[in-house]
């Protein structure tokens, strides 16, 4: 069972990433923050959870949620600042968008850095804990998801609506057959012919 907060705090969200691990498209944040009264039993980290699944929670947990905002960094940011950094920047970013602003943070994994003074934490499978978190999990995946099948339409031989951009068998023998794209992430080893 998810626990709703961490602190005291009713303005807490939680927030969470998508596609670290990729070799093409973005990284994916999503930030939540829900009501004390929130209730959500399919809810659950986003891994545990069916593609038809998460699909049945994004509008429920859209229409629940005090506030969300998701970000996607490309390619080329992923590239010029690394991919850790880039997935803490779209975490922040997804955070400045709420309203109201939130007043603590919580943040799944185990690395974050300060943003406009707010108290955070850091907690490591804090999508299988907390409910903001396991939100902003499902809801980093389908934004993410849907986002890797319309560059899919533009690139099918990487059939990224199969592989969503992970270093799968067949997505490494596409890139050595037709090299890569504007969406590769370069620095990655994958990506290196």
């Not at 998810?2 to 705090?9: G, Q």
């Not at 229409?63 to 991919?83: M, Q, R």
Request: aromatic share 8%; glycine share 6%.
């Amino acid at each position: 069972m998810l626990n709703l907060r961490f602190t005291e705090y009713d303005l807490e969200c939680g927030t969470d990433e998508a596609g670290r691990g990729c070799l093409a498209g973005p990284v994916t944040a999503a930030a939540v923050l829900l009501p004390t009264d929130f209730n959500l039993e399919l809810l659950n980290d986003s891994k545990q959870l069916s593609e038809k699944t998460r699909g049945k929670l994004r509008p429920l947990i859209e229409d629940l949620a005090i506030s969300f905002s998701v970000t996607h960094l490309g390619p080329t940011i992923i590239d010029e600042i690394n991919i850790l950094n880039a997935s803490i920047q779209a975490m922040q970013e997804s955070i400045m968008k709420l309203k109201p602003s939130p007043l603590y943070i919580i943040v799944d994994g185990n690395r974050f850095k300060p943003i406009n003074d707010i108290p955070y934490s850091t907690i490591i499978k804090g999508d299988s804990k907390y409910m903001s978190i396991a939100a902003a999990s499902v809801l980093a995946k389908t934004y993410r998801d849907a986002y890797m099948d319309k560059i899919h339409e533009e690139f099918p031989m990487y059939n990224w609506k199969q592989n969503k951009g992970y270093p799968t068998k067949e997505h490494r023998e596409a890139i050595k057959k037709y090299g890569t794209t504007k969406y590769h992430r370069m620095t990655f080893s994958g990506c290196k012919l």
